[in-house]
């Protein structure tokens, strides 16, 4: 029996879009992700992209784990494939559906005929098997309002597809069909969620990172790496722009009052972003920044802060409470890398009493004491992509 892939995209998505665009883009991400779990025919028809295996030693569990996290998938249907005839179809069904039929106590059979030459109509072809099914398990009964199986038969062109409850899929936009957009990334909680939102939004991330050696250290680094790698389980391979911020700290705490040091450091580093970004073909900057968690995310800190910046800053998780970007953290398994306690240049010369409403007036001449526009072109200079 050949098993293969049915993936569901969502219908009322893509409507507003570029449907060929979206599945094109679609396809050549699943490619790429499943390139390492053997040989896959990937293809579209009917709005369902099939994952056909090409040989007996492709590695379907892990195909399906990859899937899950590609942007774009409504549902996995793990599919058997047989012949378009209603003998066939019964006893594929019989067979590869057996653990589930066995151990359920209801069961329903919804039938789909794509393929219009097929000689029984859809609610026929589910009678049909639904009795087969009756009678094969006697531990079954229907229930066609909450079924514990779900059995669905699909006839389409090529072939008859049979499956049961699907996996559900991550949903969202394929990465890459919104564009690229610069995140940056620090080791916290927030700044991976943030990542995770917008890649879900079909953006394609590039990150861009501070680090102030010796007051950050090498494994502060490379726990930032390790939380790219795995928000880029679902959004693909990151780059990374280590950005060596050392220098401009040590001016700041130099020349500036220390009440506005953090809101400097932060204007910096949104001018370095952008600067970085458009290097990159990139069209937003990303930010984890949530209203009021601390004093340089209040509404006048993050004014002052984008001033000056002409790309849009997306703050996906704004809106949301640190217990509502944990469980996202946890979802996708990077709250775990984000709690070790490696120390973010944030937290570097920190004031003890931050201006929670900054004015601008006065960061603009704060800024003044220092060169501003040679300290960040010295950091741009120095930058390491990873
Ligand atoms: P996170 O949990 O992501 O670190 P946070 O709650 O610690 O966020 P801040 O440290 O104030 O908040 O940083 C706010 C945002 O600024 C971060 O979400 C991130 O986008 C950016 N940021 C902070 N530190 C760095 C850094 N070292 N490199 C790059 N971006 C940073
Ligand atoms: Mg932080």
């Known amino acids: 029996m050949k098993e293969i892939l049915l993936l569901k995209l969502g219908e009322l998505v893509l409507k507003g879009l570029n449907r060929g665009n979206f599945e094109k883009r679609l396809m050549k991400n699943i490619n790429w992700r499943l390139r390492k779990f053997g040989d896959f025919k990937i293809y579209c028809l009917q709005s369902t992209i099939y994952v056909d295996p090409q040989s007996d030693d492709c590695d379907m569990d892990s195909a399906v784990e990859a899937i899950k996290k590609i942007f774009g998938i409504v549902n996995i249907c793990r599919a058997a494939e047989c012949e378009k005839d209603m003998e066939k179809i019964v006893e594929v069904a019989k067979e590869y559906l057996c653990d589930e039929l066995s151990s359920a106590r209801t069961f329903k059979v919804e039938a789909k005929r794509s393929d219009k030459s097929f000689p029984m109509k859809s609610p026929e072809i589910a009678f049909e098997v639904g009795g087969a099914l009756h009678d094969a398990f006697e531990n079954l009964e229907v229930d066609v309002k909450n079924p514990e199986v779900l059995v669905k038969v699909e006839v389409r062109d090529r072939a008859a597809y049979i499956h049961a409850n699907p996996i559900p899929g991550a949903g969202g936009l394929p990465i890459g069909i919104n564009g690229r957009a610069a995140i940056l990334l620090s080791g916290g909680i927030d700044s991976p969620v943030a990542a995770y939102m917008m890649a879900k939004r079909g953006v394609e991330l590039f990150g861009v990172h501070f680090f ?25 391979n990151i780059k990374i722009a280590m950005v060596p911020f ?35 073909d990139c069209g937003a900057l990303i930010t984890g920044e949530s209203l009021g968690q601390v004093a340089s995310q209040t509404m006048e800190a993050l004014c002052v802060t984008e001033n000056g910046i002409n ?29 070790l306690p490696y120390e973010d240049c944030c937290t570097v010369f920190t004031p003890k009493h931050p201006r929670t409403k900054p004015k601008l007036e006065y960061i603009i001449e704060e800024e003044k004491k220092l060169p501003f526009a040679s300290l960040a072109a010295e950091a741009i200079a120095n930058i390491e992509i990873i």
């Open 246 to 280: 050392t220098k401009i700290q040590e001016e700041i705490r130099a020349h500036c009052k220390e009440e506005y040091f953090t809101i400097i450091m932060r204007r910096f580093m949104m001018y370095i972003a952008e600067k970085v970004a458009e290097a990159n």
């Open 311 to 339: 790309l849009p800053v997306l703050r996906p998780v704004i809106g949301m409470d640190k217990e509502e970007i944990v469980t996202i953290a946890r979802r996708i398994n990077t709250f775990e890398t984000s709690i």
């Open 212 to 236: 102030s050696y010796p007051y950050t250290s090498e494994r502060a680094k490379e726990k930032v790496i390790e939380l790219a790698r795995l928000v880029g389980e679902y959004a693909g």
